[in-house]
């Protein structure tokens, strides 16, 4: 079937930077929309940013001007540079995809199992 699956989280200090990746795997026919939730301890997961397959982007408020979405259509990958890191940007970091997949008859989200950003001196 489809598989989402991130990598790059880790510890980082006030200030610093971190990429995550995310790639799609699968029988996948198409990826619409790829973007990324957070979701820190005792809070209600928030969308950080999303892209469309046509590269159209969109972001939180708390993370514009720091914050970066890409993609690699041809690698079926989504990127989140993080600038500028605060300790309020940790958390866990989700990726999802709506992917229609080779034998639906529509897209469907599909997400992967989160990676831990902390902030922290």
């Known amino acids: 079937q489809v598989q989402v699956v991130e990598s790059g989280g880790g510890l980082v200090q006030p200030g610093g930077s971190l990429r995550l990746s995310c790639a799609a795997f699968g029988s996948i026919f198409r990826i619409n929309d790829m973007g990324w939730y957070r979701q820190a301890p005792g809070r209600q997961r928030e969308l950080v940013a999303f892209?469309?397959?046509?590269?159209?982007?969109n972001s939180a408020d708390s993370v514009k001007g720091r914050f970066t979405i890409s993609r690699d259509n041809a690698k079926n990958t989504v990127y989140l540079q993080m600038n500028s890191l605060k300790p309020e940007d940790t958390a866990i970091y989700y990726c999802?995809?709506?992917?229609?997949?080779?034998?639906?008859?529509?897209?469907?989200?599909?997400w992967g199992q989160g990676t831990q950003v902390t902030v922290s001196s």
């Open positions: 999802y995809a709506v992917v229609w997949a080779l034998g639906t008859d529509s897209a469907r989200d599909y």
């Open positions: 892209i469309t397959s046509a590269g159209s982007t």
